[in-house]
């Protein structure tokens, strides 16, 4: 997977937010606390899976000061490639009390057409057609995919050895 984009439309603390990975090396997300560095992988997170941080409903996603049954759009997209294909995963709200709708885009890699649509509105079938497309659960995704703060301060205090076996793990 090469993730090329996530953009993020009032989910948390923020309003519309784009972020662009670079392509290659490690890409870092930095900031103050309370900037929204938790809420970007923790909506990519979401729009592959629906996980959601430990206690929270999907309704409370949902930016504070937004009504999605008024007309706002609360949602995730996710633009990444695997193999020749391009995907647009949209994970959206579609009422304030948390309802979702899971669609899934594709078109070949390079290609100026329209996506198409390979599955959803389904949340069910989306999540099974993720999952069978990365060819990993939510746990193993997350697990393989991000370093947590927690994992840099054990690099930064561990060791040579220690840090050697942290970053086996990460890689």
């Given at each position: 997977m090469?993730l ?12 519309h ?8 090396g490690t890409?870092?997300i ?20 629906g ?32 193999g ?7 994970r ?6 948390g ?25 069910t ?6 999952r ?7 746990r193993?995704f ?7 703060q927690?994992?840099v ?11 050697g ?7």
């Amino acid at each position: 997977m090469i993730l090329l984009k996530i953009e993020i439309d009032n989910i948390r603390s923020h309003g519309h937010y784009v972020f662009e990975p670079s392509l290659t090396g490690t890409t870092a997300i930095c900031g103050p606390n309370g900037a929204g560095k938790s809420t970007i992988v923790d909506s990519f997170a979401w729009c592959l899976y629906g996980t959601r941080p430990a206690g929270t409903k999907n309704s409370e996603m949902i930016k504070n000061t937004v009504s999605v049954e008024s007309g706002s759009i609360s949602q995730v997209k996710i633009i990444f490639i695997v193999g020749n294909r391009e995907y647009l995963i949209q994970r959206k709200m579609v009422n304030d009390k948390g309802g979702v709708e899971l669609n899934i885009y594709s078109r070949s890699v390079d290609s100026e057409e329209e996506y198409v649509l390979d599955c959803g509105p389904g949340v069910t079938s989306s999540e099974a057609f993720i999952r069978k497309l990365l060819g990993v659960d939510e746990r193993g995704f997350l697990s393989s995919t991000f370093v947590q703060q927690k994992q840099v301060d054990q690099i930064i205090s561990a060791g040579l050895r220690e840090r050697g076996a942290v970053i086996e793990r990460l890689i």
